[in-house]
């Protein structure tokens, strides 16, 4: 056997798209981030994306794989997360709030809605919106106001603005008509990657069945249509809660407190998936740790 060593990062780029695309999710980050030309390659391989777990912890991070089933640790000795919040996440990387320079907060009870620019001496109410649910992409804040209209607050001057005369969903307010037996849980907004609205319900439905209800608007005539796929796109909105084509990756408040499963699964796994085709819910076959004290979704490789 030649004893001359063989530069690896002049392997085939064909055999090495084929390496790569077998390859595990976590493996295959690692093997991108060897050299230059792998990473390269790596960028033209075609592999099938799907939310990952994270659970944050005082000393470590918990790396939930819900495909292989199987969950990895990252210990970060003196970093503490156990208050921060995963606000979005780009390919391997997670935006981990800190400073920043807007601040949003919401009031729960009265739905008022308040905003901290970075430099301001006190909180400032952002008045004439009552928000039921928000979502932030780049630099405009999309809310959806307790009378179901869409607002779209500019975040990127000194003030905010409203934007009226860009925003095509100003005038279409979201109509829902529950049928008998359903009752309405939450509503919350969405924003698909390309920038799409969406709004999802939560009800009960008959027999106390969960249900989640996915609506974009018809551009055309304005009405706001059910819809039970998103055509393989993903997206990511309130706290790290995940679509992706026919599924929503939730959390355990997302659904109505209550149900023939709920004593036996909702105490003890506080997320799931529900597929938007046949209504169902499918729940982890390992429960969440009891250290991790906040939990996210999120998609690794996904930009």
Request: aromatic share 14%; hydrophobic share 35%.
């Amino acid at each position: 056997m030649s004893g001359v060593g063989y530069d690896w990062s002049k392997l085939c780029s064909d055999l090495l798209r084929s390496i790569l695309e077998s390859l595990s999710t976590y493996d295959f980050h690692r093997a991108r981030s060897v050299c230059s030309s792998w990473y390269s390659v790596s960028t033209t391989c075609m592999r099938p994306l799907y939310p990952w777990r994270i659970l944050l912890r005082n000393s470590s991070t918990l790396i939930f794989d819900p495909e292989q089933d199987k969950t990895l640790e990252a210990e970060h000795p003196g970093t503490d997360f156990s208050e921060s919040c995963v606000i979005a996440s780009c390919s391997n990387w997670l935006l981990i709030i800190d400073s920043r320079d807007y601040v949003v907060a919401l009031s729960y009870m009265q739905h008022d809605l308040f905003l901290y620019k970075k430099g301001d001496d006190t909180w400032r109410k952002h008045e004439g919106t009552r928000c039921r649910s928000m979502v932030y992409k780049k630099n405009k804040l999309y809310v959806l106001t307790c009378d179901d209209y869409v607002k779209i607050l500019d975040l990127s001057g000194e003030l905010v603005n409203e934007i009226v005369e860009g925003n095509p969903y100003h005038n279409h307010r979201f109509q829902f008509v529950t049928q008998l037996g359903e009752h309405v849980w939450t509503k919350k907004i969405a924003i698909t990657n390309p920038g799409e609205i969406l709004i999802v319900v939560s009800l009960k439905g008959l027999q106390k069945k969960r249900m989640l209800y996915m609506f974009k608007m018809n551009v055309e005539n304005g009405n706001w249509e059910r819809v039970d796929s998103l055509g393989g796109d993903m997206l990511v909105f309130g706290h790290g809660v995940t679509i992706k084509s026919d599924y929503i990756y939730f959390s355990g408040h997302d659904l109505w407190p209550g149900g023939p499963d709920y004593l036996c699964t909702y105490r003890k796994i506080n997320w799931g998936i529900f597929d938007l085709g046949t209504s169902t819910i499918t729940w982890p076959t390992k429960t969440t740790d009891a250290s991790a004290l906040k939990s996210f979704w999120f998609v690794p490789g996904y930009a």
